[in-house]
């Protein structure tokens, strides 16, 4: 499925997206950000988090799955709210770029921080494209839809606090190239949702009730999408049924013209 095709800039259109940018807020605010980060999508998860609970901020919520996490904006901002800051991956001179360690697993190549001294939880970045490390973050160069991924996913989540390897959280920011056809693209879109919530339905903690009446928290989803109809019915016969609150949200950082949304999925009820 290919999520991330690369097509060439016209001049005209490179023209206008480098105006753009040049009065984009939250361009600027990345560009002059001590905490430097990698894509102007991180301020988006920022919003999302402080607006909604700061449920990346919760002490319970130590596992998180970044899909399609290239650059790894949305990485470093989950590894902030563990508790990973610069100065926690002792003193590195260039955030990410310090002595790093490789380990094969599986056939599949994990970059892991060294000296895991500060932060809390377990952190996996997936993505095709290779990506600089991240401190308090693994990341997984694959296809999170090849056969053996979510096994190898759970492997890197185990902890003695998460014997089962489940995430508390699963994340896609991810998106294709727009092709200029808006039923393509909605395909593309339905496509992507689809494809995450296979992967997050065998990954999510499920929502349990005990024996006083108490709820815990369950599975988070946090998903992509473009509006569409076929993207309405996708959440009715698929998320609606399937988590105990699902609550669309266009962040203020979303872009005014796009018709990008978020649905934040809570409460996985494991019933699929």
């Not at 920022?46 to 998180?64: A, C, Q, T, Y």
């Not at 955030?95 to 932060?119: D, H, I, Y």
């Not at 609150?245 to 872009?255: D, G």
Request: proline share 6%; net charge positive; hydrophobic share 40%.
């Amino acid at each position: 499925m290919p999520f991330r095709p690369t097509l060439p800039l016209h001049k005209k259109s490179s023209t206008a997206w480098l105006a753009r940018q040049s009065r984009d807020p939250f361009v600027k605010a990345r560009l002059s950000s001590p905490s430097s980060y990698r894509s102007r999508a991180a301020y988006k998860l920022i919003e999302l988090n402080d607006k909604w609970g700061r449920f990346l901020s919760r002490p319970g919520v130590r596992s998180v799955v970044d899909l399609g996490a290239a650059p790894g904006g949305w990485s470093q901002v989950v590894a902030e709210n563990f508790g990973w800051t610069l100065e926690a991956a002792d003193n590195a001179e260039d955030f990410g770029l310090r002595e790093e360690a490789k380990v094969q697993k599986r056939g599949s190549w994990s970059t892991e921080p060294m000296n895991k001294t500060t932060g809390r939880g377990n952190i996996v970045a997936l993505d095709l494209l290779p990506m600089v490390p991240i401190p308090g973050v693994q990341t997984l160069q694959m296809d999170f839809l090849a056969p053996g991924s979510a096994r190898i996913v759970r492997d890197a989540l185990k902890s003695s606090q998460n014997s089962e390897g489940t995430a508390d959280i699963v994340l896609s920011d991810m998106a294709a190239n727009f092709s200029g056809s808006k039923i393509r693209d909605s395909q593309m879109s339905l496509d992507i949702c689809h494809a995450v919530f296979d992967f997050a339905q065998g990954a999510l903690t499920v929502r349990t009730v005990d024996e006083r009446g108490k709820a815990s928290c369950g599975g988070i989803l946090l998903l992509k999408h473009f509006a569409h109809p076929l993207l309405q019915e996708f959440r009715k016969e698929h998320l609606e049924p399937n988590f105990h609150l699902v609550h669309y949200i266009k962040p203020e950082s979303s872009r005014a013209d796009s018709a990008e949304g978020y649905w934040l999925c809570r409460g996985w009820l494991g019933r699929t």
